[in-house]
T-cell receptor, first 115, second 113 residues
Framework: DTGVSQDPRHKITKRGQNVTFRCDPI?????LYWYRQTLGQGPEFLTY????????KSRLLSDRFSAERPKGSFSTLEIQRTEQGDSAMYLC?????????????FGEGSRLTVL | AQSVAQPEDQVNVAEGNPLTVKCTYS??????LFWYVQYPNRGLQFLLK????DNLVKGSYGFEAEFNKSQTSFHLKKPSALVSDSALYFC???????????WGAGTKLIIKP
């Protein structure tokens, strides 16, 4: 399978714990995106990388959220001191483009449940 | 504020009938327009996009969409619905190359046999 892969697919944690999600994009893609999706809503943009550089981060994103893409390949999204409001599906997407007009390729998502 | 509206939370269509899922947007300039589909417990899949050119664009699984600049709409259509088309459909707009995608809230499409 050469698509976008995310791990873990499901994570249940207690409030206050830290969690980390991993995303492996399509290998030749230079752009990587993280989104959050809650039931009945469209995806909410979190952050975006071009190669290893984090170029944009949502102003609505709490400081408890951090993302890295150290070698311009896989990326991790860490949530510190989780809260029940963090429960959502975390989606990763990638693309290869120079003009920013192309489509995104999404992974299956990582579902987080905070108890 | 820039926004995307999908006015119908749910659309019900009988199998074999034509379907339309509506999308309107409020953004400045000449945006790039996209449709994605999400099956239960799955990620989003790209269906089609409009960048420039012919107002009718064709995409995956027999879907097409019509761009109407005067009405700022980008409705998704299919001539003959299949039960397997039942899913959640999202319209997304990129105002220009410097902006992230703005997403609609989604429309649940139910195709009944």
């Amino acid at each position: 399978d050469t698509g976008v892969s995310q791990d873990p697919r499901h994570k249940i944690t207690k409030r206050g714990q830290n969690v980390t999600f991993r995303c492996d994009p399509i290998s030749e893609h230079n752009r990587l995106y993280w989104y959050r999706q809650t039931l009945g809503q469209g995806p909410e943009f979190l952050t975006y990388f071009q190669n290893e550089a984090q170029l944009e981060k949502s102003r609505l994103l709490s400081d408890r959220f951090s993302a890295e893409r150290p070698k311009g390949s896989f990326s991790t999204l860490e949530i510190q001191r989780t809260e029940q409001g963090d429960s959502a599906m975390y989606l990763c997407a990638s693309s290869f483009e120079k003009t920013n007009t192309g489509e995104l390729f999404f992974g299956e998502g990582s579902r987080l449940t905070v108890l | 504020a820039q926004s995307v509206a999908q006015p119908e939370d749910q659309v019900n269509v009988a199998e074999g009938n034509p379907l339309t899922v509506k999308c309107t947007y409020s953004v400045s300039g000449n945006p790039y327009l996209f449709w994605y589909v999400q099956y239960p417990n799955r990620g989003l899949q790209f269906l089609l996009k409009y960048i420039t050119g012919d107002n009718l664009v064709k995409g995956s699984y027999g879907f097409e969409a019509e761009f109407n600049k005067s009405q700022t709409s980008f409705h998704l259509k299919k001539p003959s619905a299949l039960v397997s088309d039942s899913a959640l459909y999202f319209c997304a707009v990129r105002p220009d190359s410097n902006y992230q995608l703005i997403w609609g809230a989604g429309t649940k499409l139910i195709i009944k046999p």
